[in-house]
């Protein structure tokens, strides 16, 4: 048994399965087996060291990740391991909170309650405590509670006028789940450490039966965590943790880097294995992400290594514009994908959800499978759906299905009564919902009926004015006059650890570069109205067309955050420039860069066979266009390990000229970009690298709109730009 539980370990790993006494650092690399010396070590300690199951502990993240483990250990052992607590911190919390939550003045039978529960209840205390709802979100005030109790946040941190209203329903909450026997799941820790502090007896008991501790992923334990795990060791201090301080990409879910350090300073006589052989990539990836990750200050170096083979280079391609990034990627994809390769085994990364659109186009376009991971596709996404439903309104007033979507978004004090009576009356009288918003209105009364006359007269208005203006004044003024603009940043001030209504904003804005590269398909034959039919019904068949397409192949769309724990043999790395990735917010402090290149390295070290950085010279995103310098991440990779290709120029020589301007390959020739002025005009013909030949049909300040051949069609592009040449009249 002990050959079976050894079996296909190399020294290392073998070192740390068989070093069960004392406190042990694994510090696991990417890919480098841990949960394989998890699952053995569990094996060997009840097979070779006659541990009884129930005195081991093992904690993951995740239900999934506790649950492979457990089978791997019987497959292991062939035998069952009942007993055994391995489990996520939540789930062990509640096992004891059952035994034990007694002394805290709760009952055994007590019932856990989840986000929707808990906003249910702080609604009915607001509304207890004539707080208005339209001004303080229970739902966002149930995250703030979680982050109070969690010890994330405090209630200084918190602004005028919540801070107050929180400062008295937050005890009276607590109070609530208390006297009717329930628990959220931040008590499933607070409660814990509750029982561990005040209740010795209790602590000693559960010291004495988890006589071994592991921790899986330890770099991604918050201070509760970390607290709970010390309590539990502190006396046997037979504890062993698995952690990787570079890959450590939580810490705005409050993951606390730190707790490495602070294990080290708590259990001065730990051992530290290295468990650095990768299994899952070439060796040049590998190289590459160690030469990034070592300008990381304050870590535990290691170099991984594979024993795979070399593998080919990193190959950084980039683009003149994220058009050409997408392009690019299109065609690498195709053909992999003709030469046998998976289209599951291919990933596109990206820094943030709503640089997928782009992505998401071209694969569509060309009818390439694709799924984005972890998140609902662009088109998909909530404020997304909202705006086009607030757009079919300025086409169809009478569109009931687009009205029942934004009528009450942002809040306006219809409630759902309300909106019944007026579904009812729209029946009853064959109207139209927008027709029912009046001044003679019985059904709305007081502040709702002036907020919907509001809204009424705003729709009206714009619809009056879509001939008149450009079709994004007509957006931006929506977005703006609807309030939806203003209710996500007021969200965004409530809370400031989130960051989705951030995220919400940022789509909206890339929702107008959208607009605008539609509009730009159009000749003036057509009116802004006429554009705005058309363009509404092509989302309306590119979101049919995604549900249709499910052919259990596609490629992966992902942020990086999504990635981690997978692996490709294939990987994307994209919008690679300082702002984007790393991100504008990270440039301002040494930490936040730190961990934006832990999240590069993760992104990385998710690829087996082989790594694309992708960027682009000008990139049109959130509504403008942008032109960013090259991430940062791209120089730290060492140059013999990368391959250079598209319009990539080396720091030493941005301000040097060329002799002559060289003809473009997209995927084989290396150029220099200089702002050579072309001679172009309307009728001009042009060859461009990607797009192949086209007409100049229209020219517009510093841009040219060019006329492609079918399946292409119109584009925009930047009037100076070396992506092209204009080859005659």
């Known amino acids: ?163 107050s209203m929180v400062i008295q329903l937050y005890p009276l909450y607590n109070a609530y789940l208390k006297k009717n026997n329930l628990v959220d799941f931040q008590d499933l820790l607070i409660l814990i450490l509750e029982l561990f502090r005040n209740y010795p007896e209790v602590l000693r008991k559960y010291q004495e039966k988890f006589e071994y501790i592991l921790v899986d992923e330890f770099q991604d334990t918050n201070d509760l965590q970390y607290e709970i795990v010390h309590l539990l060791a502190k006396n046997h201090r037979n504890l062993f943790i698995v952690g990787d301080e570079d890959q450590s990409i939580y810490a705005f879910r409050g993951s606390n880097i730190q707790n490495i350090k602070k294990f080290m300073e708590d259990f001065p006589e730990h051992m530290t294995i290295l468990l650095n ?30 024993t795979l083979g070399s593998g080919e280079n990193v190959i950084h391609f980039k683009a003149g514009t994220d058009e050409e990034e997408a392009y690019y990627i299109y065609e690498k994809i195709k053909h992999f994908w003709k030469q046998g390769v998976r289209l599951n085994d291919i990933a596109i990364l990206y820094r943030n959800n709503a640089m997928s659109r782009r992505f998401e186009d071209i694969l569509l376009k060309f009818n390439i499978p694709h799924r984005v991971i972890g998140n609902i596709s662009f088109y998909k996404r909530k404020e997304i759906k909202d705006i086009i439903a607030y757009l079919h309104l300025l086409i169809n007033m009478g569109d009931d299905y687009s009205f029942s979507r934004v009528y009450n978004t942002p809040k ?68 703006e006059k609807s309030g939806y603009k203003a209710m996500l940043e007021n969200d965004d001030a ?132 942008m032109s960013n310098l090259d991430s940062q991440f791209i120089e730290e990779i060492d140059n013999e390990l990368m391959d250079r290709k598209g319009m990539y120029q080396a720091k030493k020589a941005v301000f040097e000229k060329p002799k002559q301007r060289p003809t473009v390959d997209m995927d084989e020739v290396q150029y220099t970009y200089d702002e050579v002025k072309q001679n172009v005009s309307v009728g001009s013909k042009i060859e461009h690298k990607t797009f192949g030949k086209g007409v100049i049909v229209a020219l517009e300040d510093d841009k040219i709109r060019v006329a492609f051949p079918s399946p292409i069609g119109i584009k925009i592009l930047i009037k100076d730009h070396p992506s092209y040449e204009v080859v005659g009249k």
């Open 1 to 163: 048994m002990k050959e079976k539980i050894l079996e296909n370990l190399n020294s290392q790993q073998i070192l740390a399965v068989k070093n069960v006494h004392g406190p042990i650092m694994a510090v696991a690399g990417a890919g480098s087996g841990k949960t394989r010396v998890l699952t053995r070590r569990i094996a060997y300690l009840i097979e070779e060291e006659g541990i009884h199951p129930g005195n081991i502990l093992a904690i993951t993240f995740t239900n999934k990740a506790a649950e492979e483990m457990r089978k791997r250990v019987v497959n292991l052992l062939d035998f069952s391991i009942e007993g055994a607590w391995i489990s996520t911190f939540h789930a062990m919390g509640a096992k004891i909170l059952r035994y034990d939550i007694h002394h805290l003045g709760y009952k055994s039978d007590y019932q856990i309650i989840d986000d929707e529960d808990s906003a249910i209840i702080i609604k009915n205390l607001m509304k207890d405590h004539n707080y208005d709802r339209k001004n303080f979100s229970p739902k966002i005030t149930a995250n703030l509670f979680a982050a109070i109790k969690g010890e994330q946040a405090s209630f200084n941190s918190i602004q005028e006028p919540i801070r």
């Open 412 to 479: 306006r004090g219809v409630g759902g009564a309300t909106f019944a009576k007026l579904v009812e009356e729209a029946q009853n009288s064959n109207l139209r919902l927008f027709d029912l918003i009046d001044e003679q209105s019985e059904i709305l009364k007081g502040k709702a009926k002036d907020t919907m006359l509001n809204f009424k007269n705003m729709i009206i208005e714009l619809k009056e004015k879509i001939n008149q203006q450009s079709l994004l004044d007509t957006y931006d003024q929506l977005v």
């Open 494 to 625: 409530t809370l400031d650890r989130s960051f989705q209504s951030e995220r919400r904003l940022d789509n909206l804005n890339e929702f107008k570069s959208l607009m605008m590269e539609k509009i730009a398909g159009y000749d003036i034959n057509f009116t802004n109205y006429e554009i705005l039919v058309n363009l509404l019904n092509d989302l309306a068949l590119h979101e049919q067309a995604q549900e249709i397409d499910d052919t259990g192949e596609y490629v992966n769309l992902m942020t990086v955050h999504a990635a981690k724990g997978l692996e490709f043999k294939i990987v994307f790395i994209t919008c690679l420039e300082q702002g984007l990735f790393p991100s504008n917010q990270s440039l301002m402090e040494t930490m936040n860069i730190d961990e934006e290149r832990r999240l590069f390295y993760v992104a990385l070290t998710r690829a087996k066979d082989q790594v694309y950085l992708t960027n682009s010279q000008t990139r049109f995103m959130y509504g403008h266009y």
């Open 277 to 306: 052989q990768n299994y899952r990539s070439k060796d040049t990836i590998l190289k590459a992400a160690n030469s990034v990750i070592k300008n990381n200050r304050n870590r535990i170096k290691k170099e991984l290594y594979s």
